[in-house]
């Protein structure tokens, strides 16, 4: 109500001698007191004494009980104070009611006066004297008594009494015991507490109290109620159509809770019928849900203490696989650890889960294998081999998903050299080193700590990638030091010590021990006691123990035990038959000393063997005989000479006598003549001469296995798809195999292509199933083929006779990539494409698909063009591609199953070629390549010609100025000299005088772009320069080099000195 109550006092007090004046309560010394200011209301009640509330204190003499109520077994002078206050605290609201201050009064008999024995009757007063009582109870009444506790809750009895002396009291459990770590005894022994209530806590409890004139009892029968809790709450389930399924609401209580369901939110029994529900108690049957069926069932669980509300959705629908686990998603796991790869998958019916590695075609399943029901896939123990792909496949009837995922197995981080105890004097310097080893994929990170902590902020600590280095050591640099190699997988550590010794220090390995001396012989013990050595400055730590055996392994020390340095005493184990000596070493921080010089021998007297062989064995190396083998066991565990071992066997469940042979100095033993791969009963016992060892161990072997006789029947096949496909078969009787079942193995072969242009191909496969599996995944199959296989079972022998075999066509599947695709023919804007159709057709090709798209100097592409071409065709031209341009083209084929890989391939249209005068290069031959001329090399090329064309051009037109005007035999000279002799047009080089009589045009040649045609020169005629007319003008020069034929080439010319400045650079 957001106020604070206000508590209802109600005053109890029993008194037994008393006299009561108001608010005040005179006790004889021995009387016994309550003290109750019980609530309506539940705060917490505490007494206190003031001043400031102190706490009152208690003991088994004055307690408070759980109602608040403050008691005493029996009071005390000292008990006698005007300041009991009783106050309530409410936690909630932290506020505090209190009463009145209570007073009690001891009275002692012999002090009391007139006036207050007035108060009192005579019976009162001659009966007061102090005396000691019984135990009786207060709380609660009587010797039998119940409670009633929900089940989760506390449980809380309470046991107050009196009598004096006080009585102490114990508890106990009748039906059994108390429950551990969650029973408690409180208030000093008055409150059994026991928390988080069960049903078998339900029973008898016993209170006892007692001092030393009596024992009395209170027995509590203790119920245990229940609130409704879940034993099943339905689960969502997700049905196809025409499955079955079931919810099921199962809950406890006490008493039993009634489960009630609800569609929808109406109760069920309201709900339309369907005949294909059936509601049975706490279950829900569906038969053969129908489409449109979904719908959320509630179910109730409820009893008089509470109830239990759950929903549970009910989906009908039809989906196919789908894999949720992302794709191509990487697992990393430690070698030796167990890795766990992911297939979440959903669809309706529910996906079968199956698992494959890489290429290979057999599922994963059996050791090292582990396929969990939700699709995960465990390996127990992780190792190298186990890294690669693993393809998950889900498939119901509506159809098949697959998802690939990878594991990478890394080797562990492994500590090879680990730091090593130090000392040091002050001021020295310390290196501690930590050499790792980890897997070279992970990435390291090295950390050092000091005693557990970070190393102190100090730039004397020096941290390198495998050490750790201290200089100018101080004794606060004392401690342990831990080096942590941590890697996103795995981390190791380990730790050493330094020791900081003070400069006039200078310890040293301990003096060995001496006096060495035998005491308390007996036949398996001896006392060995010694006088330790010199410590040098460094305290022993501990003494190490070894033996030598010189009857069986006389000169090797072995370490038989250690003690303490404080000790110089050793109680010794020993072996019977053993001539044993024994030495004392003694070591401190510095190291060990040297061995002590050894004691006298003790002989040990032999006795019969305490074991038997270890490793026992029973199996067959053939069909017919039974190979039993052990590990000998070694001279201390002989006891005693003459050691020989009882080979003793039996058929299982046929024979009840054994077969013994006693052999000696061997480890095995051959039965021969046994049926084939049946069970025997094996055991070996140690014997020596001075009796037998113990009873020993049956173990269980089988006499060697044979091939099996009976080939799997009714075998079949379902072709999942074009390259995957299922087989069954019913597996053999377990007679039959003649050995340990291994699995089953299914030889495939292809016999060949339905495709008429595909070669036949018989590669004969192989597939293992472990186990006893009736049916197995064939997959990586080629679509579009015949395929041939049997089935055979195999055990520990070898493979049994196969079933006969069987046939399968697996169906069209897309085609595989073409075989080639080239670039033909390249011109100024077209190219022409020839392919070949792919190896595997896989089916009928129904066309191919090439998509094509520009690729610029930047590498960047254009848009993409996409043409579709015809089965029938091997070749095709694109035209009205753009000049000096790079293409990427994308091919492949397809068939009516969709399209195959796709190969590709770039290629480059032809440059424009010009005017062929102006260039001395075969125009028709050269491509240049678009991204050519981003290449440093080229620009800086190109850079160095144009400056030394530049220069020639220069020096060619000072030489021309220099000539002026010649004589007409200088130039007849000129004209007949091959440097001037007219290009061959059509390939651009220069051509030579013609022998041929007649003037034509060089066959092949071509016509220039300015639709000049030029005839070839003679050596004798200069008519063609000058249209025939070999006219001179006055001076001699030329003058057909003026005239009108020659115009247009003429006219070029001399506008253009670069033809003539390009030749010379060529001379």
């Not at 829900?284 to 109830?307: H, K, L, P, R, W």
């Not at 796991?333 to 309706?348: T, Y």
């Not at 001896?526 to 006389?554: A, N, R």
Request: aromatic share 8%.
């Amino acid at each position: 109500s957001g106020h604070t109550p206000i508590p209802k006092w109600r005053k109890c007090l029993n008194l037994f001698r008393y006299a009561c004046i108001p608010n005040v309560y005179r006790l004889f010394y021995d009387a016994t007191v309550e003290l109750c200011m019980i609530l309506d209301l539940s705060p917490r009640v505490d007494f206190s004494l003031p001043p400031d509330f102190q706490r009152l204190p208690q003991s088994s003499r004055v307690f408070q009980a759980l109602n608040g109520d403050l008691y005493f077994s029996n009071v005390l002078k000292e008990d006698s104070r005007n300041d009991y206050i009783c106050y309530a605290r409410f936690p909630h609201t932290q506020t505090i009611q209190q009463k009145q201050p209570i007073t009690l009064l001891v009275l002692n008999l012999d002090a009391v006066n007139e006036t207050v024995a007035a108060l009192f009757n005579e019976t009162d007063f001659f009966n007061g004297s102090v005396e000691e009582r019984k135990p009786t109870f207060l709380i609660p009444s009587g010797s039998s008594s119940s409670k009633m506790v929900l089940r989760g809750q506390v449980l809380e009895l309470e046991c107050i009494t009196e009598g004096l002396p006080t009585p102490e009291v114990s508890w106990s459990k009748l039906s059994g015991e108390f429950p551990d770590k969650r029973t408690s005894i409180v208030t000093f022994q008055k409150i059994l507490r026991i928390v988080n209530v069960s049903d078998a806590d339900a029973g008898e409890y016993r209170c006892t109290a007692h001092n030393h004139l009596a024992s009395i009892h209170h027995t509590i029968r203790v119920t245990v109620k229940a609130a409704p809790y879940w034993i099943t709450t339905p689960r969502n389930l997700v049905l196809a159509p025409r499955e079955k399924g079931q919810l099921i609401c199962r809950a406890s209580g006490t008493p039993k809770p009634t489960i009630n369901w609800a569609m929808n939110g109406i109760p069920i029994e309201n709900s339309p019928e369907d005949s294909n529900r059936k509601v049975e108690g706490d279950t829900i049957i569906f038969d053969e849900v129908q489409t449109g069926s979904s719908a959320v069932y509630q179910c109730n669980a409820s009893n008089e203490y509470g109830y239990l509300l759950s929903n549970a959705f009910v989906n009908v629908l039809s989906e196919t696989p789908r894999v949720l686990t992302p794709a191509n998603q990487v697992y990393q796991v430690i070698r030796n650890n167990h890795a766990l790869l992911d297939c979440s998958s959903f669809g309706s019916p529910i996906p079968k889960i199956t698992w494959f590695k890489d290429s290979q075609s057999s599922t994963l399943e059996g050791d090292p294998y582990l396929l969990h029901e939700n699709g995960t896939l465990e390996i127990y123990v992780a190792q190298a081999l186990n890294s690669g792909k693993y393809i998950c496949v889900a498939r119901n009837t509506l159809g098949i998903a697959e998802n690939h995922v990878y594991l990478e197995v890394k080797e562990p981080t492994r500590i090879l050299k680990q730091p090593k105890y130090k000392v040091a004097q002050r001021n020295m310097n310390v290196v501690f080193e930590c050499k790792v080893k980890h897997d070279p994929t992970l990435i390291p990170i090295m950390i050092w700590l000091k005693d557990n902590g970070e190393l102190p902020d100090d730039e004397r600590f020096l941290v390198d990638s495998d050490s750790l280095t201290i200089t100018d050591v101080t004794e606060n640099d004392a401690g342990t030091y831990t080096c942590i190699m941590n890697t996103t997988l795995d981390h190791d550590s380990a730790s050493a010590e330094l020791t900081v010794l003070n400069v006039l220090c200078s310890p040293e390995q301990p003096d060995p021990p001496t006096d060495l001396e035998l005491t308390d012989m007996k036949p398996r013990s001896v006392q060995l006691t010694w006088i330790p050595g010199d410590e040098h400055k460094s305290p022993i730590h501990k003494f190490v123990i070894q033996y030598t055996d010189s009857l069986h392994d006389h000169g090797h020390w072995h370490n038989l035990t250690h003690v303490p340095g404080s000790k110089t005493t050793a109680h010794l184990e020993l072996s019977p038959y053993v001539h044993y000596s024994f030495r004392v070493l003694a070591l401190n921080a510095v190291g060990l000393s040297d061995p002590s010089n050894p004691s006298h021998m003790y002989k040990t007297n032999p006795a019969a063997p305490d074991e038997n062989p270890s490793g026992v064995k029973g199996f067959g190396t053939e069909h017919n005989n039974l190979m039993i083998l052990w590990k000998p066991l070694s001279g201390l565990q002989a006891n005693g000479p003459g050691l020989q071992y009882k080979v003793m066997w039996r058929q299982k469940d046929v024979d009840k006598n054994w077969t013994s042979v006693t052999v000696a100095n061997v480890s095995k033993f051959m039965v021969s003549g046994t049926p084939t791969f049946t069970p025997y009963e094996v055991k070996v016992q140690a014997i020596n001469n001075n009796g037998i060892g113990p009873d020993p161990a049956v173990i269980t072997g089988h006499s060697g296995e044979n091939f099996p006789v009976q080939a799997p029947d009714s075998v079949r096949v379902l072709v999942l798809n074009s390259t995957l496909a299922e087989v069954h078969w019913e597996p053999v009787p377990p007679k039959t195999v003649r050995g340990h079942l291994k699995g089953y193995k299914v030889y495939y072969w292809r016999e060949r292509s339905l495709h008429k242009h595909n070669p036949h191909r018989v590669e004969q496969q192989l597939l293992s199933f472990s186990g006893n599996k009736s049916h197995g995944m064939l997959p990586g199959l080629q679509p579009y083929s015949t395929y041939l296989f049997n089935v055979r079972v195999y055990n520990g022998k070898g493979d049994g006779p196969a079933s006969s075999n069987l046939q399968f066509e697996t169906p069209e599947g897309v085609p595989g990539p073409p075989s080639f695709l080239r670039i033909t023919n390249s011109n100024l804007n077209n190219l022409t494409l020839e392919w070949g159709p792919p190896n595997d057709r896989n089916g009928h090709l129904t066309g191919y698909i090439l998509k094509y798209q520009q690729v610029n100097n930047s590498n960047e592409l254009g848009p993409i063009e996409e043409l579709a071409l015809p089965a029938n065709k091997t070749s095709v031209t694109l035209p009205n591609l753009k000049y000096s341009t790079r293409y990427k083209f994308y091919f492949h084929a397809k068939t009516g199953q969709g399209a195959g890989p796709v190969i590709t391939e770039e290629a480059v249209t032809i440059m424009d070629e010009g005017k062929c005068e102006s260039t001395l290069l075969n125009c028709s031959n050269v491509l240049f390549l678009a991204d050519i001329a981003t290449q440093g090399w080229f620009i800086g090329l190109m850079c160095a010609i144009a400056l030394l064309i530049l220069v020639l051009l220069i020096i060619c037109f000072i030489k021309r100025n220099k000539g002026g005007k010649y004589p007409v035999k200088e130039k007849e000279d000129a004209h007949t000299d091959p440097e001037f002799q007219p290009m061959k047009e059509d390939d651009c080089t220069f051509g030579e005088y013609s022998d041929t009589e007649d003037h034509k045009p060089l066959k092949g040649s071509r016509t220039p772009s300015n639709g000049t045609v030029h005839r070839d020169s003679s050596d004798e005629s200069l008519v063609d320069y000058g249209g025939g007319d070999g006219q001179f003008n006055e001076d001699g020069s030329f003058i057909g080099q003026y005239s009108g034929k020659s115009s247009i080439r003429e006219t070029a010319e001399a506008h253009s000195p670069v033809n003539t400045t390009i030749v010379n650079s060529f001379v």
